[in-house]
C-alpha cells in the first residue's frame, strides 16, 4: 500500500489534500469553509479531527468516509483491507515540550499589533515567541495559575493553531486562571485572542474554550462559575455553525443563554476598534424568529 495511493482516493471522494506528513494527512475539510486544511487524518492508526470542530473520531476512518456517503467507507477498506483495524494508540500524556520560560516575550509582533494587544497584557499573559517555528505561544494555566499546557499559533505556517502534545482542550477554559463571572455571566467568544483582548479592555468575564465549541467538561467548569452563558461567536459562517451547536448544547441542560456581538463590522473581539459587549437574551431572538446568522449579520 502506497501512500500515494490513499492520497489519490481521499482526492477522488471530495477529501482534497493538502499535504502528507509520516502517515497523517492534512485535508482541507468539506465541512466547513477551510482554507488551511484543518482536518487531519491518520488511516493507520484510525484517527481524525478537524480543528474547526466538525469531526473527530479514533475507531477507524470508516465514520468519516461515512458522511461523505455513497459507502465510501466500504470502498476504502475493500481497497485497502490491512487499514480496517486500526493500530492501538498508546495514551498520550500531555507534553510542554518547549521551555516557555526561556523564550522571549512577543513584544514586537505585527500580529498582536493589529489587535491592539498591548505590551502590558503580553506580559500579563505570559505570551512568547519561538524564533525557529515563527510562532507565538500562549501558556495555558490552571485555575491556580500553574502551567499546564500551551497553545501555539503558527504565523507563517499552517495549521495557524496547534496544541501541546497531549492536550485535552475538552478540559480546559481559557484563560481559566483569570476569568470571573460579572453579575452572573460569563461571555463565551471563539478563539484565545479575544478573550485576550477583551480582558485587555477590562471584560474579565470573557472566557474562550479553545476550538469554540463547548464540551460537556467544559460546561461543567463554566456553570461552577456562572449561572448564564452569553455567546459571542465570530462573524463568519463558521461562527455561526458553532453558536448553533453551543447554543443547541446550553438549552438541552435548560441554561440561560444570551448573545453579544463584535460592534461595527469587526469579524471578531480581537479585530475590534472598540470593545462593548450588550447582551441579548435568547428570549429575544427567539420570539423574534430572529436567527444567529442575521442577529450577526452574517
Sequence with gaps: METN????????????????????????????????????????????????????????????????????????????????????????????????????????????????????????????????YDALIVPINDREGNLISYLRRNLSSNPKYMNAKGMDVSRLVFPYDKFEEVNGQLILVEGIFDAIRAHQEGFKNVVATIGGEIKRNQLKILMEHCREIVLCPDRDTEGVRLAEKNLKLLRSYGIPVGFTRPIGAAKDLAESRVIQLDVTPDVVLEFGNKSIKSFLGV
Design 5 to 132: 495511493d490513499i492520497e489519490t482516493f481521499f482526492n477522488k471522494v471530495g477529501l482534497k489534500v493538502g499535504r502528507v506528513n509520516r502517515g497523517e494527512y492534512s485535508v482541507y475539510c468539506p465541512w466547513h469553509d477551510d482554507d488551511n486544511a484543518s482536518l487531519f487524518v491518520n488511516p493507520a492508526k484510525g484517527l481524525y479531527h478537524c480543528f474547526g470542530g466538525c469531526v473527530k473520531g479514533s475507531n477507524g476512518v470508516g465514520n468519516l468516509l461515512k458522511k461523505l456517503g455513497n459507502g465510501l467507507d466500504t470502498q476504502f477498506y475493500l481497497q485497502f483491507p490491512d487499514l480496517a483495524i486500526p493500530e492501538e494508540e498508546e495514551e498520550e500524556e500531555v507534553t510542554v515540550d518547549i521551555n516557555i520560560d526561556k523564550l522571549p516575550l512577543a513584544e514586537v509582533n505585527d500580529y498582536l499589533s493589529r489587535r491592539k494587544i498591548t505590551k502590558d497584557t503580553i506580559k500579563a499573559f505570559d505570551i512568547k515567541y519561538h524564533l525557529g
